[in-house]
């Protein structure tokens, strides 16, 4: 095999039945590429552009389209291995990197994942296994793919692995014996690989009584039929999507169609609406519930939360009662109250009470300054927008 990371930057490989066979790069338009040592070429020339020559990565996606006879109708996308020591150019958190581009590929729903593995390492501690778990934990969208089966120990095999015993995949999966670098090297015929790799399965005692459901043939058919399966399954519901966007944005159009800036009716629509949209981000804001969320001091409703839950308590044991005399003056008030008559005189505030409402009132007053404060920054907020900044000197003067 090769040293490093061979795949550098995504490969965006769709594979199109046609008459006739010829590759073409999205960056190359207007080129047709017959020979397919080129088209190699060309992926590390391109590769290169984007990374350096001294083994970096890039996110960009190489895009190459391959018209064959020899091929079915089929879109993969080949992203890199995971390395664990930087070597060359690499940064030293290389492999958060690598992880991060497969994750923004494999996390889409509408995506099949084939995670390839060798036969020679320890399946259970598969990269593209873990990785595919960590999206698909019920595996329902996860192909498995074993490689350099020819390698493996002597008196060993994947045959467990491939009857889908050691670690079930819904879908499965599937064994393929590949060229060597060697091969490669000599140019073997893609035609002579394949009936090596046939010959393979079907003289070895463990894959023998499974050789037509292993090889890259069968794994071409299988991609092909499942992933139009799971465009069936996924279709709906993403028409579905796209219908519900589309109509926004179609009623979206309907109001701007016949806008007229100066109509008056136009303007008391916006204000009902800035209004609305002003009461749903402070009420938000006091859920704890908004988009942005303070990292640096307490705000919005916790900060409400502490005065009444930390602060009132402490102040509250601060204060001193003569408890005696606390109920002697609770005693009086209740008899004043009623006096002859049963009714309700002007409420006589006891001394003791008028200290308890003057500390509440002090907290109140802490926190109206704080709704005013929030109210303050939401309508500065709505204010920046460009037709209505020249409101902003007047909210200045009115706040100063």
Same mark, same amino acid.
């Given at each position: ?53 001294? *083994? ?27 390395? *664990? ?15 991060? @581009?497969? @994750? ?47 390698? @493996? ?115 008391? *629509? ?131």
């Amino acid at each position: 095999g090769c040293s490093g990371i061979v795949t550098r930057r995504p490969l965006v490989l769709q594979l199109v039945t046609a008459k006739t066979e010829y590759a073409e790069f999205l960056h190359c338009k207007g080129r047709k590429f017959t020979d397919f040592d080129e088209v190699r070429q060309e992926i590390e020339v391109e590769t290169d552009r984007i990374t350096g020559v001294n *083994k970096g990565i890039s996110s960009i996606p190489i895009n190459l389209r391959i018209y064959s006879p020899h091929v079915l109708s089929l879109t993969l996308i080949d992203l890199p291995g995971i390395t *664990k020591v930087p070597v060359g150019d690499q940064p030293p958190d290389i492999e958060q990197q690598i992880r991060d @581009m497969i @994750m923004q590929f494999i996390s889409r729903e509408n995506c099949l994942i084939l995670a390839v593995t060798p036969a020679n390492t320890d399946l259970a501690n598969s990269d593209a296994l873990k990785l595919a778990k960590e999206v698909d934990p019920q595996g329902l969208r996860t192909i498995g793919v074993i490689t350099k089966l020819d390698l @493996m120990d002597e008196g060993t095999d994947a045959r467990d692995v491939l009857e889908n015993k050691l670690l079930p995949l819904r879908r499965g999966y599937i064994g393929v014996v590949n060229r060597s670098q060697k091969d490669i090297d000599g140019k073997k015929d893609i035609k002579a690989a394949l009936l090596a790799e046939r010959k393979f399965f079907l003289s070895h005692p463990a894959y023998r009584h499974m050789a037509d459901r292993m090889g890259t043939p069968y794994l071409q058919k299988v991609l092909n039929q499942q992933l139009t399966n799971h465009i069936r399954d996924t279709l709906p519901a993403f028409r579905s999507k796209l219908q519900s966007q589309l109509l926004s944005i179609e009623h979206e159009v309907e109001v701007y169609k016949n806008f007229r800036p100066e109509d008056p009716t136009r303007k008391t *629509k916006a204000l009902l609406q800035m209004v609305q949209q002003f009461s749903v981000d402070f009420e938000k804001r006091i859920e704890g519930s908004g988009d942005q969320v303070d990292t640096l001091e307490l705000s919005g409703g916790a900060k409400i939360n502490r005065i009444f839950h930390e602060r009132f308590p402490f102040e509250l044991v601060k204060m001193e009662f003569n408890e005696k005399e606390l109920r002697r003056e609770i005693s009086y008030a209740i008899k004043n109250i009623h006096g002859i008559r049963q009714v309700l005189p002007c409420f006589q505030v006891l001394n003791s009470i008028c200290t308890w409402l003057n500390l509440f009132l002090s907290l109140l007053h802490d926190i109206i300054g704080f709704f005013l404060v929030c109210c303050h920054s939401k309508c500065v907020q709505v204010l920046n927008r460009p037709h209505l900044r020249h409101f902003l000197p007047i909210l200045q003067a009115y706040t100063s």
